[in-house]
């Protein structure tokens, strides 16, 4: 069975950082990401990485200051938030995939960024 526990979730200043990582059980993904949903907004992509680490993407307003990893040994993937701002608060889920889609999702953890 799959499961995937995220943690690092909390409330910080702008201008703050924060570390989500997100340990997934079970068995290993090739894609590992992480996806916000905003109050009123719909779920959107944060960014992602491939096993090896050597592809990475990011949505264009976080590009700069977050940064995506992954601990294969640990089966973890890590979201690295830096210059944090009010428009990032909100729930951030981790997703993990094989080819081409988001398979397993985790149960969120809450961003509040206060200006």
């Known amino acids: 069975q799959v499961q995937l526990v995220e943690s690092g979730g909390g409330s910080v200043q702008a201008g703050g950082s924060l570390r989500l990582s997100c340990a997934v059980s079970?068995?290993?993904?090739?894609?590992m990401g992480w996806f916000r949903q905003a109050p009123g907004k719909e779920r959107e992509f944060v960014a992602a990485?491939?096993?090896?680490?050597?592809?990475?993407s990011y949505v264009d307003s976080v590009k700069g200051r977050f940064t995506i990893s992954r601990d294969n040994a640990k089966n973890t993937v890590y979201l690295q938030m830096n210059s944090l701002k009010s428009e990032d608060t909100a729930v951030y889920y981790c997703?993990?995939?094989?080819?081409?889609?988001?398979?397993?999702w985790g149960q969120g953890t809450q961003v509040t960024v206060s200006s």
């Open positions: 997703a993990v995939g094989v080819a081409g889609s988001w398979d397993y």
């Open positions: 990485i491939s096993w090896s680490g050597g592809s990475r």
């Open positions: 079970g068995r290993t993904f090739r894609s």
